[in-house]
């Protein structure tokens, strides 16, 4: 740590990262009391309150505020691996593992910098020279290590935060080949599970429509359509019984909704979705009370119930390789069309057209829905420090640029014996015309994301902290598990014994603590509220979008109702089954089998890949557009009676 510069940022990171115990509460109070986002950050057992004590007293120790002592050093040093010995298992403890790691960074940085004052630089020499600090460290880190690997293995599955063009299809395409299982592992699956719709949102239709007509509905065309809302303990239940070790989720983290009536009344737009009672209870009483709602984020979290993963890449190279990879999608479906389309588009016109995916799109996905739809521009000081929190509760932090990734992080971090490197990612090309589409003004969208580039900056010295204790155990020879080194990762059959890592290996981790695994096994005999239907995802500000669509012409039908190409099909989102008590499963009967295989061979004719989901929602937004055209909302010249299915319709138009 020579460099000035680079030292002084980790010491503000650091700073950060000490201070998160006392911002938490204060800033996440809608959090659901199931969904535990403060779970290990030292206010849970008296375990875990004594080491967040003992980590405040060696940092302020350590920090230079006051002068080093020697002596208080090395006793804080035993008395931190005694607390953490204690801590409870099943938990990886993200934060406090953090706070404890962070303070041993300060403390090992405080004795081996030079140009201390003489008293301390002779006591900052014991402690350097002692072998007993050496030993009591490395013992922290090897109990820390331990307790990360047993929380892993009492999750038993991985929830990964796909940030689109971030190295997310490659991160799904490694974890197959780690033995993962997940619903689909294509790349038009990508690792995510469709009933819960964590989809990408890029494209607003409406922006769509002002440049060209739009031609039926596409799957990027969900900007400003609502997530149906699944909460941890339904996605809990569902991987479970499915027995998935592995999903994507590409759209934002959970919660955050911008209606906080929601909290309040159980509902959003009127239908009930999996309100947590202690959340409303507390919007209520703040309501009482006749205080102001606070910010949207205040409710979001992730999910405690799986391991926590996300793959960071530089926000300006991200931003650059999404708009390409947008062109490339429009080339793919429009042809030479798409260049007229793009062609002399500046950055104003982008900020339209895919908003969030321009405008600090990292942050839009810490921080929960309501912000993903922020005006842009509309991000601060506060969303930053607040994402910052939200990027400390990933048990895992890793970054695309990283050196290391695969030795270092994929081994020592998750179990997994193939690395990314051997993954073919999707990128966006070096097609001949896509420089020429770039938005003259790209400076602009730059210097707009300066807030993601902050926050980039804190997950890599986040990366940095956590990157200490996995080194320390690759360093002295501490395999992930018994067996690791004898996995030839060029086995094509590699995964079959790799088995997704930490996470199915509660066997090994638990039972070596004599801990009952089946004690850790969740089961939920409650029901599950309604999901919305595509119907009630239509935002409310999705009315033009809507409109918009319905410009392109629709089949309607003497009732109003908007017929799909092929002969229809259901129009409802493939939930129905899982509503009510969980674990019911999927239905039963030879005859319901037989429907679905029908169905299913019907969507494929209809729709390719992509699923009867993104054909629902088109038909709500169509249907919409109708009767707010019937009203007199807007008015809308329709186009030709156009088929709708993933190809759009029939003689729609496109770009150009």
Known sequence: MGNLSLRADLYRAIDLVMTSADVLPRTFHGVPGAAELLGGHGGGSTAERYVLNVTRSLYANASGRFPLEAAGVRNALAALGQGLAELPVGSCHSYLRRLVLATLVRVQLRIQVPGMPPRDAELAAQLRFSPDTDVLIFRIYRILYAKYRQGAAAKGAIEFLHISKSGGTSMCTVADANGCTAESTTNFGNCMVRRFDDRPRWVSATAHNETAPLDGWRWYYRYLVRRGERTCEYRDEFMHRKHFTFYSNEFAVHGGLDDRSYWANGTSTGTAAGADPSAAAAAAAGAAAGS?????????????????????????????????????????????????????????????????????????????????????????????AAARLVLLAYDVVLLLEAPDVDELWLKQALGWRVGLRSASARVAGAHRSTAEMMPPDLDTLVKANEN?????????????????????????????????????????????????????????????????????????????????????????????????????????????????AGGGGSSDDDDAEDEGKAGSGGGSGTGRRRQRRRSAARRRLIEGAEGDVEQAEGRAHERAAVESAAAGERGVSGGGGGAVGRGGAAGGGGPG
């Open 292 to 384: 102001a709602p606070g910010p949207t984020y205040a409710s979001a979290h992730v999910c405690s119930q799986f391991l926590n993963v996300i793959l960071l890449r530089h926000p300006l190279s991200r931003l650059v390789s999404h708009i390409k990879w947008i062109m490339k999608v429009y080339r793919t479906e429009y042809g030479k069309r798409h260049e007229d389309f793009f062609r002399g588009r500046d950055a104003a016109w982008w900020r339209r057209f895919a908003p969030a995916a321009v405008d600090n799109y990292n942050m839009r996905l810490l921080l929960g829905e309501g912000v993903y739809y922020a005006p842009i521009g509309s991000l601060g000081a506060a969303h930053l």
């Open 452 to 564: 993601d580039v902050l926050l980039y900056n804190f997950a890599a010295a986040v990366h940095q902290i956590d990157g200490v204790m996995f080194a320390a155990m690759a360093a002295a020879g501490i395999r992930p598990y018994h067996a690791y080194e004898a996995l030839d990762p060029k086995d094509q059959w590699v995964g079959r014994r790799v088995k997704c890592g930490f996470v199915t290996r509660r066997q090994q981790f638990l039972v070596a603590m004599n801990e009952d695994p089946k004690s850790y096994e969740r089961s939920y005999n409650g029901s599950f509220p309604r999901v919305l239907s595509p119907d009630e995802r239509v935002r409310g500000a999705a009315a033009e979008v809507a409109a918009a669509l319905a410009a392109a012409g629709a089949n309607v039908q003497p009732d109003g109702s908007v017929a799909a």
